[in-house]
C-alpha cells in the first residue's frame, strides 16, 4: 500500500544511477529515509489500531462506504447518511470513507462539518470506529503521519470552468 509505493517512487531513481557492484538499497533500508520517526510511528499506528481498514488505497480512503458509529455510537444521528437516499434501514448512518490526502486542510470535520481539530477528528474516529482511545502520543504521531499527504491541488481540479 502507501509506503510500498514510496518505496517504489525512491527506488526508481536509485536503480537508475546504480552501478554494478553496488548493491541497490533494499526496502528495509530505503524505509530508513522515507519519513522521519515520527510521520513513520504514525504511519504504523494507523494501520495497528485498525484506521487503514477503511482509509486506504491511493487515497487513503474514497474507496468505501461505512457505518459512521460502527462500534460506538455516533454522537449525532440527525443526517441518517445513505438511508435518506437508498430507503434501506441497512444504510442509516453509513456514509462515504473520506479520503485522507489533504486532511490537514479539509476542515471543519465529518458529513457535517461539526467537528473543527484533527485532533479531536482522530479521537471521535478512534472511538466511534474502532472503540479505542488514542493516546495524546499516538494522536500527535497519526497527526504527523497524516500531515504528509498534504499536497497542492491540480490546478486543472480548481480551475473554474470557463462556461463554453
Ligand atoms: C469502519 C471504518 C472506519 C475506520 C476503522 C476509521 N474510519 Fe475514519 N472515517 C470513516 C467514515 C465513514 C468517515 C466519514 C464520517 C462522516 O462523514 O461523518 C470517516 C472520517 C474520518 C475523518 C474526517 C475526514 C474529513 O475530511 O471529514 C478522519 C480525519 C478520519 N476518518 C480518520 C480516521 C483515523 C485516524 C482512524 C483510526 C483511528 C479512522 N479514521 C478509522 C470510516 C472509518
Known sequence: MLMEEALEYLARPLRRVAIPDVPIPTPAVLEQFVLPNEEKAGFNTFVSVGCAACHNGPYVGGGMFQKAGLVNPWPDTTDVGREAVTHQPADR???KVPSLRNVERTGPYFHD???????SALTTMAHAQLGKQLTPEQIQQITA???TLTGDIPAAYITP???S
Request: charged content about 20%.
Open 145 to 147: 503521519w497524516l500531515k
Open 93 to 95: 448512518m453509513v456514509f
Open 161 to 163: 470552468p470557463t462556461g
Open 113 to 119: 462539518g461539526k467537528v473543527a481539530s484533527l485532533d
